[in-house]
């Protein structure tokens, strides 16, 4: 379905920049896009590899562990299918302890392997399962403690405070993370709900 939208922007694209005597407009900036994207590529690829790198560091010093274990009696509650100290629940720890931080882009590979062992757990199906659907929730409503990379753009644009804004973040990051769990766990239970009403009308 994708595939059709894609091409569908792209043959409007040409389309009107033929119409409108701009097709050299259209030409430049697909380069440019493309370009950008390999640049993108560079920039994601090297933060992935640092901080998978950093993650091995901090593993085999014992600080992955740490964080799991002060995490523990949050993460057990909120992902009941994961075991405590597998590789899941590690990668879950540091994302969450990234996130607080305010490090997106340590939050991010993290956040990927955190899925990989997720779905290698489910096996080979193609739905997510509930412990999926509560991380991303939880990694989209993250809750920042220090917001480092909003901060950093602030004192770039030349901002005389910028952890002025930290009330508001934290007050609106901790209601949009409490709502976004209590709808993920709400929804956990409605298909148990709907096969215990259905066994209830099954004939004896």
């Given at each position: ?11 409007l ?15 430049q ?33 014992g ?37 607080l ?7 991010t590979?993290?956040?990927l ?51 002025d ?40």
């Amino acid at each position: 379905m994708m595939s059709w939208v894609w091409f569908g922007l792209i043959a409007l694209s040409v389309v009107f920049g033929i119409c409108t005597g701009r097709i050299n407009q259209v030409s430049q900036a697909a380069i440019s896009g493309a370009c950008d994207a390999v640049s993108l590529f560079l920039v994601l690829l090297a933060a992935i590899c640092l901080w998978n790198g950093l993650m091995r560091i901090a593993d085999k010093t014992g600080i992955t562990g740490l964080l799991q274990r002060l995490l523990l009696p949050v993460t057990k509650r909120l992902f009941p299918n994961l075991a405590p100290g597998g590789a899941a629940m590690k990668a879950i720890s540091m994302n969450i302890a990234a996130n607080l931080l305010g490090l997106g882009n340590a939050a991010t590979p993290l956040g990927l392997q955190a899925m990989s062992e997720m779905k290698k757990k489910a096996g080979a199906t193609n739905t997510a399962t509930n412990s999926m659907a509560t991380f991303v929730v939880i990694n989209t409503a993250s809750l920042q403690l220090i917001p480092t990379t909003i901060a950093a753009i602030r004192i770039k644009y030349g901002a005389a405070a910028p952890f002025d804004i930290l009330p508001a973040m934290w007050f609106a990051s901790a209601v949009t993370l409490c709502f976004g769990i209590a709808a993920a766990k709400s929804m956990e239970g409605r298909p148990k709900r709907r096969l215990c009403r259905s066994a209830k009308n099954l004939p004896p």
